[in-house]
């Protein structure tokens, strides 16, 4: 769009942070006002950046502008759903956001119209702050522009790149593949997949688990990649008919805490022996899997801990001055209890 004549050029927070010679973050501060009295920032700094924005005739948009006036004091947690480990995440928020005076919204988003619905009406500054958590068609381009606009982000994705706003990675591959070699030196070789096909993120664990049987040759058939697996109701009922399968599998990953429960119940009522004769392993390790019968092995962190998250989004939205972009690795684990 360089070839555009200079009057029609829309120009960004990044061309303002340019003439003035300061960071992107720097400018977001400056023109969305979270800054106070303690601020380093000096003056000729401030003068500097309010000079090239006019020179540029840049003029921040509706979230900025609200942010100058006055703070919300709210903070929005975006998800796609309120699975339970979901639902453990927004009551510990919750707990934090009290702690720091903010008012929590919740979010659920799901479907590429509701993570774009969302991402507009944060745009707008109806909050001070937000963690998006588990979203799938916000892209980097979308999260630098609410960084943009002076929102203090957190987002939880795959990748580690950031620019303005904070991202938690949480590595997943690693701890898949550890739950399939254990099944494999186990001697299982008949092992079905349990999931939601419907959800996007679930979809790709579905996946992941594919691929990674293919590595061992062993190949999953449509029978075996149970997509309508989608909690413990569905998954109690098909477990439940196990023994009527021409051949049924000696073990099923489960990409859901809840479809694992449901299987080792069905199980159960179906005279299956877990996991003599049926191993299962779930995704999440929410706090139920510690009281199943057996217990259930799953891939997730060994303790439940969103502190990472409210130590981000609270410290940016408590600075006087911009923060440094930070990215925070976390490695999810096999947990090996007595259903594998």
Not at 254 to 283: N, Q, T, Y
Not at 285 to 291: A, D, K
């Amino acid at each position: 769009m360089d070839s555009l004549p200079y009057h029609l050029k829309k120009n960004t927070i990044h061309d303002v942070a340019e003439l003035a010679g300061v960071s992107s973050a720097t400018v977001s501060y400056i023109l969305s006002g979270r800054r106070s009295q303690k601020s380093r920032i000096s003056e000729a700094t401030k003068e500097r950046v309010l000079e090239a924005a006019g020179q540029l005739n840049y003029s921040p948009n509706a979230a900025a502008r609200n942010l100058r006036r006055r703070r919300t004091d709210r903070i929005c947690l975006v998800m796609p759903t309120l699975s339970p480990f979901n639902t453990l995440f927004v009551s510990r928020m919750q707990d934090a956001a009290d702690q720091h005076g903010y008012f929590t919204i919740t979010a659920l988003a799901g479907s590429e119209q509701r993570e774009i619905q969302i991402f507009n009406e944060l745009r707008r500054g109806f909050v001070d702050g937000a963690v998006l958590l588990g979203t799938h068609f916000l892209n980097h381009g979308h999260f630098r522009q609410l960084a943009d606009a002076g929102l203090a982000l957190v987002v939880s994705r795959d990748e580690n790149e950031s620019d303005g706003y904070d991202v938690i990675h949480i590595n997943e591959e690693g701890a898949s593949r550890k739950a399939v070699n254990h099944l494999i030196e186990k001697g299982h070789s008949c092992i079905a997949i349990f999931g939601d096909l419907s959800n996007i993120l679930q979809r790709q664990k579905m996946e992941r688990y594919r691929c990674l049987l293919e590595e061992y040759a062993i190949r999953v058939s449509p029978g075996y990649f149970r997509g309508d697996a989608v909690g413990r109701r569905s998954t109690y009922d098909i477990t439940r008919r196990l023994k009527e399968w021409e051949v049924p599998p000696t073990a099923i990953l489960a990409v859901s805490d809840r479809a694992a429960i449901g299987s080792i119940l069905g199980a159960r009522d179906a005279g299956i022996r877990v996991p003599e004769e049926l191993a299962v392993i779930g995704f999440g390790n929410i706090p139920e899997t510690e009281i199943t019968t057996p217990a259930l092995s799953t891939i997730g962190q060994p303790s439940i801990d969103f502190q990472p998250f409210a130590d981000l989004l609270f410290s940016r939205l408590a600075a006087e001055e911009p923060l440094a972009d930070r990215v925070i690795e976390l490695n999810n684990c096999l947990i090996l209890r007595g259903s594998a």
